[in-house]
DNA sequence: TAAAAACTATACCGTTCGGTATACATATTG
DNA sequence: CAATATGTATACCGAACGGTATAGTTTTTA
């Protein structure tokens, strides 16, 4: 592997596994077994890493969810494959996922606050304009696309970050069908 | 104000602005007026003071949830007791609760996930806890307590988190009723 | 009132922080 | 092949990191 990769593969466990003010750029570069000099040559500086990092990894996840989020005339489909999508992705990229969750509530000072909040909006921008095109079918949703979005992708996130604190336990196939079917007919069917 | 309580209000102000990593204990001691020996007194360690932080402020928290969420027979008024309280917690502790909006999703290498995992678990518990009551009168409930306490929770969380970056807004009173019927009975009604 | 406890400070510790200057090595280009 | 571009290193910078030793001050206690 190329030192450019390898940087930012290391960067994004100790990130995830430890969060971007806890991680320091020489513990990056001595776990990639370069020097510093040899970071900053490729990122410029510890934000630029960490931007560089976000950007390359956010995009299959957008582009992919773009896909998946495609309304297609089943809202049912639709939901189910998001949250199935989810899953799968966690299952897939687990470490990316954590840091992503990591980051669903940072700082405004911070100086990477930008590019994590525009990955954010990316992920509810598609979920929203899966509820806006859903609204030709059903009619109740219109006006509640962004609140409907932030709820699903809120609820998929939260029963993630429980079950990664082992306070609840996701099993293959139930997980899916209990979140779509609860955000879909809510807590009394 | 006595030096303890100031260092309690100016460490609460920066965590809740930074992150516990990103701010350092001489910020906090400075800010306060005091030296670092005069914080270390009181506290021993960065540590000791964010844990003695958490649990005397969380205190309150959890101890008025135990009465909102106290299950009385009516289980809309209950949830959106609870959703209320919420709200208005945040309008009367914004700082605080900002701070426990940022640890919801903790490093576990974190040197504080123990006390932030436990008010989390102590919050989804209070709020298992209700569902568990309402079972009597709403058997479909059985066994998914849990899962409504997370998604009650995560989705509210969620709600605030997208309102304080700017990405929806809540307005008094629709937030509430808004939240309150999509969980209670979905998104086609 | 003297001793003990609680409180507060100055100065210091070794390590780490993000970043930089300079030099050297390797690959590419004309 | 020499010059340029790209890549990698050693050594260094000032500031900040969490924490500590020691001394002084104030309050409390017997």
Do not use: C
């Not at 696309?145 to 293959?172: C, F, K, P």
């Amino acid at each position: 592997m190329d030192n450019r990769s390898n940087i930012l593969q290391v960067a994004t466990e100790l990130f995830a596994s430890h969060g971007y003010d806890a991680v320091g750029v020489q513990q990056i570069a001595s776990d990639a077994g370069v020097t510093k000099p040899t970071l900053y040559h490729y990122f410029n500086s510890k934000q630029g890493l960490f931007e560089t990092l976000i950007k390359e990894k956010s995009e299959p996840l957008i582009s992919d969810l773009r896909e998946v989020s495609r309304y297609q005339g089943d809202i049912t489909k639709s939901i189910t494959d998001v949250t199935q999508f989810y899953f799968e992705y966690l299952d897939r990229e687990p470490t990316f996922y954590r840091l992503i969750l990591m980051t669903r509530f940072m700082p405004p000072s911070s100086d990477v606050y930008d590019i994590v909040t525009q990955v954010q909006h990316q992920q509810f921008d598609l979920l929203q304009q899966l509820f806006k095109d859903a609204t030709e079918d059903h009619g109740n949703m219109r006006g509640r696309h962004r609140w409907y979005a932030v709820s699903l992708l809120g609820t998929i996130d939260t029963y993630i970050v429980m079950s990664l604190q082992g306070y609840i336990h996701l099993n293959e196939p139930h997980r899916v069908y209990r979140i779509v079917h609860q955000f879909m007919h809510g807590i009394f069917s």
